[in-house]
């Protein structure tokens, strides 16, 4: 259906464009900005006015818990969440049950998503089979059948002979292996090591089990020359780790949390198992080196690291209970969140969740993703900007309702979502 956004203030950094203009989308493709192209007649007009027009999101890290754990989420709840908060491509982790490890179990979940005509799925394939950290999996199959890079999730590589080889099958390839830096022998806690963690009796995890993993990680890319991204970054001591290997031109990309973004360990409060995160919440020193390394471009993407979660696994004393959160809707408004509270350009922080996650997946994705250049997919979002919204677990679109930012103010509210010009979410209020 060819569409007429009107009226609304495009902002795409892809482009540089951030003024009032005119969006036309048409064939599944943006077909101007600006003016639109002779001979284009919209046969639905959308009025902007007052709202943001902006590329549809990239999340690189979002759980469907499907298949596997659907009494948690299912594609049909965590999709629609996705396109709720503006996302329109996420990458999925290969932790599910079973593992993605076998280029069927990829197929069946890329046509089950693409049935419900919601976001793109972009699998993650595993690493090892069964994530079990010693028979590698077979990387080309899993590639054909769409994954855009391999890892092991939250399931640390204890045997560093078998990365080492992973990472030699990758770079013969091509791939890119995406690995959370965690030392597996120093990283069984469930809190970020520090006064409050000792004051609460809480088990630690220091910043060394993510600096060690990170000094391994960095050498076996030298000797392999495999590329490499790094899942949600959590302490000063890495981010500037990963600055010094960019500067020494290391293949290297990685992001951060929302959480860790936007919160510490204080904000465990008394024991709130809705903050038991994984990687845990570091301290404020931690959390204003992430928001510096964002804005800086040393931290290349924001993530949601979704990851709902019933109360079964959260309505538990804080210790036993799983860690993880929803936060698909919340990516948009937390990203923009962030940019007001650190000052950062509006077009900066919006390429943090569109260009800088389309880079990551590089040829992965089709020409111009993330952005609203002509002839980019027409995967875009508005949103309306607000002072009235803020953070309502219970009414998030996601199965899982349990989020740390319960109750906080958020910046923006999204109205609609289109995914390959398809209106993939109408919140009736454009």
């Given at each position: 259906?060819n569409?007429?956004?009107h009226?609304?203030?495009?902002?795409?950094?892809?482009?540089?464009?951030?003024?009032?203009?005119?969006?036309?989308?048409?064939?599944?493709?943006?077909?101007?900005?600006?003016q639109?192209?002779?001979?284009?007649?919209?046969?639905?007009?959308?009025?902007?006015?007052?709202?943001?027009?902006?590329?549809?999101?990239?999340?690189?890290?979002?759980?469907?818990r499907?298949p596997?754990?659907?009494?948690?989420?299912?594609?049909?709840?965590?999709?629609?969440?996705?396109?709720?908060?503006?996302?329109?491509?996420?990458?999925?982790?290969?932790?599910?049950?079973?593992?993605?490890?076998?280029?069927?179990?990829?197929?069946?979940?890329?046509?089950r998503?693409?049935?419900?005509?919601?976001?793109?799925?972009?699998?993650?394939?595993?690493l090892t089979?069964?994530?079990?950290?010693?028979?590698?999996?077979?990387?080309?199959?899993?590639?054909?059948?769409?994954?855009?890079?391999?890892?092991?999730?939250?399931h640390?590589?204890r045997?560093?002979?078998?990365?080492?080889r992973?990472?030699?099958?990758?770079?013969?390839?091509?791939?890119?292996?995406?690995?959370?830096?965690?030392?597996?022998?120093?990283?069984?806690?469930v809190?970020?090591?520090?006064?409050?963690?000792?004051r609460?009796?809480?088990?630690?995890?220091?910043?060394?089990?993510?600096?060690?993993?990170?000094?391994?990680?960095?050498?076996?890319?030298?000797i392999?020359?495999?590329r490499?991204?790094?899942?949600?970054?959590?302490?000063?001591?890495?981010?500037?780790?990963?600055r010094?290997?960019?500067?020494?031109?290391?293949?290297?990309?990685?992001?951060?949390?929302?959480?860790?973004?936007?919160l510490?360990?204080?904000?465990?409060?008394y024991?709130?198992?809705?903050a038991?995160?994984?990687?845990?919440?570091?301290?404020?020193?931690?959390?204003?080196?992430l928001?510096?390394?964002l804005?800086?471009?040393?931290?290349?993407?924001?993530?949601?690291?979704?990851?709902?979660?019933?109360?079964?696994?959260?309505?538990?004393?804080?210790?036993?209970?799983?860690?993880?959160?929803?936060?698909?809707?919340?990516?948009?408004?937390?990203?923009?969140?962030?940019?007001?509270?650190?000052?950062?350009p509006?077009?900066?922080?919006?390429?943090?969740?569109?260009?800088?996650?389309?880079?990551?997946?590089g040829?992965?994705?089709?020409?111009?993703?993330?952005?609203?250049?002509?002839?980019?997919?027409?995967?875009?979002?508005?949103?309306r900007?607000?002072?009235?919204?803020?953070?309502?677990?219970?009414?998030?679109r996601?199965q899982?309702k349990?989020?740390?930012?319960?109750?906080?103010?958020?910046?923006v509210?999204?109205?609609?979502?289109?995914?390959?010009?398809?209106?993939a979410?109408?919140?009736?209020?454009?």
């Amino acid at each position: 259906m060819n569409t007429l956004i009107h009226g609304g203030r495009v902002i795409c950094p892809a482009t540089g464009t951030d003024q009032i203009a005119d969006v036309a989308l048409a064939n599944g493709q943006v077909v101007a900005v600006g003016q639109a192209p002779s001979g284009f007649t919209p046969e639905r007009r959308i009025n902007a006015s007052g709202c943001w027009v902006l590329p549809g999101l990239i999340d690189l890290c979002a759980r469907l818990r499907e298949p596997g754990q659907e009494h948690e989420g299912m594609l049909e709840s965590e999709l629609e969440a996705a396109v709720s908060g503006g996302v329109t491509r996420l990458v999925c982790p290969p932790d599910t049950d079973p593992v993605l490890d076998e280029p069927g179990l990829v197929d069946m979940l890329r046509f089950r998503a693409a049935q419900l005509q919601r976001a793109h799925v972009h699998p993650q394939g595993a690493l090892t089979r069964g994530l079990q950290g010693q028979a590698l999996t077979e990387m080309a199959e899993l590639s054909e059948s769409g994954c855009v890079g391999f890892g092991q999730a939250d399931h640390p590589l204890r045997d560093t002979l078998v990365l080492q080889r992973a990472m030699q099958y990758a770079a013969t390839y091509g791939y890119t292996v995406w690995l959370r830096p965690q030392d597996p022998w120093l990283s069984g806690g469930v809190a970020a090591s520090g006064p409050l963690a000792t004051r609460m009796g809480l088990a630690g995890v220091p910043v060394v089990a993510e600096v060690i993993a990170l000094h391994t990680i960095g050498e076996l890319m030298r000797i392999t020359g495999a590329r490499v991204h790094l899942c949600r970054l959590s302490s000063a001591a890495g981010v500037a780790l990963v600055r010094q290997a960019k500067q020494q031109g290391l293949p290297l990309s990685c992001d951060v949390s929302v959480h860790n973004l936007h919160l510490c360990d204080h904000d465990i409060g008394y024991f709130d198992s809705r903050a038991r995160l994984e990687p845990p919440l570091r301290q404020q020193a931690d959390r204003q080196a992430l928001a510096e390394a964002l804005a800086d471009g040393t931290v290349d993407a924001l993530v949601s690291d979704h990851n709902p979660l019933d109360a079964n696994a959260k309505n538990l004393p804080f210790a036993e209970a799983e860690p993880g959160a929803s936060a698909l809707e919340l990516l948009l408004p937390l990203a923009i969140k962030w940019a007001q509270a650190q000052g950062v350009p509006l077009t900066q922080a919006l390429a943090r969740v569109t260009t800088g996650p389309a880079a990551v997946l590089g040829e992965a994705l089709p020409a111009h993703s993330g952005s609203l250049a002509p002839g980019a997919p027409a995967h875009v979002c508005i949103c309306r900007p607000t002072d009235a919204a803020t953070v309502v677990g219970a009414r998030l679109r996601s199965q899982g309702k349990f989020t740390p930012f319960e109750g906080a103010a958020l910046p923006v509210h999204v109205v609609a979502t289109w995914v390959d010009g398809h209106l993939a979410f109408d919140g009736g209020t454009h």
